[in-house]
């Protein structure tokens, strides 16, 4: 027997993820929540008789049966909660629905939600939402190749323009997007249907083309299984009930009196008191009234009361079973999915947390071109923090948590050792942070590197300025090009001519002098008059180790400084053809 497809609703934010499945269901989810967008998971079932209700014409167009008995929908708050719902080995989900604005294409959630799905290779269909907003489109017909065919010329060669831009964006991710009337071979190219979650329009075609995809190309996937397994979605207080979870189960049967089984971190054994579910096309984070059943099967969302469930993090893993030694055994498995999932080197890499095996698998696979040293389940604690400074590279002195909360200790500590803790519940903020956070590392090392190092400068002695000739000489010059700081070595022609004692501003000392600046030095070394004459041109002297340093981070120079850089090594080639080699 098949089950129901389980469907995930992905997209960047504000494209109209609820609102599509509202129009579906008739319900009001996206209004009652703050800013219309979604806040927590939900699932939503569409049982079979009303598929057949929506897509009655286009079955007999396309003429096929509908034989599985219905779609499970999980509406998520954005990718990141989509990323802890995972089972061993990909998604929670079947098939997904990637949401896009016509009118705005591609947006960073969007391309996101694109690389979670190749990672986790579920199969998706773009809905290519907002057609509503194409300049002229009338609604006409709620079927949209109906509609579409009676546009006028222009407004379809407006919605062609809009359309294929967005698929032009796809395909710069190495992906073949096509309108779904369109395409030949679905295993090669993915289906884009026009709707518009405002108006209904295309919605047919949408839960149609997904109906045909799970029958003709998920068959084995959709068998069910005698195992049971699951996922929770949330964890929360109902009435009467005290602590109970909402669930995904997506194999197999759980009945009441089942041994429930929760893997993850707090890893715990309990006995199933109730099963609750909604009616369908309700979503249970909306509905305050269930009704009480002895067994689900998959793929399903369902409401579980069991005793001692005030420590279950969501996003862990469950399982059922009959005996309690069946539950012990299911219990060992899941610890071994835990260990399996956490890494542990000796080797120089970032520390990642997270609260459950699917949001550290998530976590693994986003920092997958970083070296990580360790990835764990649980709080940021002491260990963690002592872990990330034994690393030597600085951009590794992080520890980079997902879901996590931190300890006090561990806070304290990463305070006084200088350790960055990063972490947010939204998985692709912490990528984006850490590469921006990096980098200004990396560019603070480099700034220090040359901090210390001598600078590129040029100077002229002027003319009638000599105040000293010797012991030191000092002089009046302007600086022709670069930095001169007190303390640099300065050269004549190629040879070494003394160092800069102090250099003077209208009588104060200054650590250095710019481009262009009238300043008087003083030179420990020559003598005016025998090495250096009024009229000269004085360069830093740069030994071959500071300019190979200098040059590797020229991007801290000013321009001047860059010039000037570069006749030194003209003028100390001259002489030592291996310089700066």
């Known amino acids: ?183 030949s071979d679905f295993t090669k190219t993915i289906a884009a249907v026009p709707v518009s979650s405002k108006t209904g329009e295309g919605i047919a075609g949408l839960l149609t083309i997904l109906v045909g995809l799970g029958q003709q190309f998920l068959t084995e996937q959709l068998v069910t299984k005698e195992e049971s397994a699951g996922m929770i979605l949330e964890v929360r207080d109902f009435t009467g009930l005290g602590k109970t979870i909402d669930a995904i189960i997506y194999n197999g049967t759980v009945a009441k009196n089942d041994y429930l089984v929760i893997g993850g971190k707090t890893q715990q054994i309990a006995k199933i008191r109730a099963l609750l579910i909604p009616e369908a096309l309700r979503d249970m984070r909306t509905e305050k009234k269930f009704r009480s059943v002895d067994e689900v099967n998959a793929a399903a969302g369902v409401k579980i009361s069991a005793p001692g469930l005030d420590e279950v993090i969501a996003g862990s893993p469950i399982r059922t079973a009959k005996t309690f030694e069946e539950a012990e055994r299911l219990l060992e498995e899941l610890e071994k999915e835990k260990e399996e999932a956490e890494i542990h080197t000796e080797s120089e890499g970032l520390i990642l947390k997270a609260d459950t095996i699917g949001s550290l698998e998530a976590l693994i696979n986003i920092f997958k071109n970083h070296p990580i040293k360790e990835a764990s389940i649980g709080s940021i604690g002491k260990k963690d923090v002592i872990k990330a400074e034994a690393n030597q590279n600085k951009t590794y002195k992080i520890v980079i948590g997902f879901n996590s909360q931190i300890n006090t200790e561990a806070e304290t500590l990463a305070n006084d050792k200088g350790i960055k803790i990063m972490t947010s519940d939204i998985i692709y903020r912490l990528i984006e942070d850490y590469d921006k956070w990096q980098e200004a590392e990396q560019e603070s090392t480099k700034k220090k590197e040359i901090e210390g190092l001598p600078r590129p400068g040029k100077i002229k002695l002027l003319p009638g300025c000599v105040f000293r000739a010797n012991n030191p000489a000092i002089v009046g010059c302007e600086v022709a090009g670069g930095l001169l700081k007190a303390g640099s070595s300065l050269m004549k022609d190629g040879k070494p001519i003394g160092e800069v004692k102090q250099v003077q501003s209208q009588g104060q000392n200054i650590e250095d002098a710019k481009n262009g600046e009238k300043i008087a030095v003083s030179i420990i070394g020559p003598t005016v008059g025998r090495q250096i004459e009024e009229g000269d041109l004085l360069f830093v002297d740069i030994g071959s180790g500071d300019y190979k340093k200098l040059k590797k981070n020229e991007q801290f120079l000013t321009g001047t400084e860059k010039q000037v850089l570069q006749e030194i090594f003209e003028i100390k080639r001259k002489s030592d053809p291996r310089y700066g080699l």
């Open 1 to 183: 027997m098949l089950r129901q497809p389980i469907i995930a609703v992905l997209g960047h934010v504000d494209h109209g993820k609820t609102s599509l499945l509202d129009k579906i269901r008739q319900t009001a989810v996206a209004s009652k929540e703050a800013g219309g967008i979604t806040q927590a998971i939900g699932t939503t079932e569409i049982p079979s008789s009303t598929l057949k209700e929506i897509c009655g014409p286009l079955l007999e167009k396309f003429k096929f049966e509908i034989k599985v008995p219905g779609l499970l929908f999980i509406d998520t708050p954005g990718h990141e909660a989509f990323t802890t719902l995972r089972r061993r080995g990909g998604s929670i989900a079947d098939l997904a629905i990637l949401v896009v604005d016509i009118v705005e294409g591609l947006m960073p959630q969007t391309i996101e939600s694109i690389e979670i799905l190749k990672s986790t290779k579920t199969p998706f269909v773009v809905a290519m939402n907002k057609i509503d907003r194409v300049n002229g489109w009338k609604l006409l017909d709620d079927y949209f190749l109906e509609n579409y065919r009676l546009q006028s010329d222009d407004v379809q060669q407006e919605f062609e323009t809009k359309f294929y831009k967005v698929v032009q964006q796809f395909s710069k991710h190495g992906l073949a997007v096509e309108r779904f009337d369109r395409i």
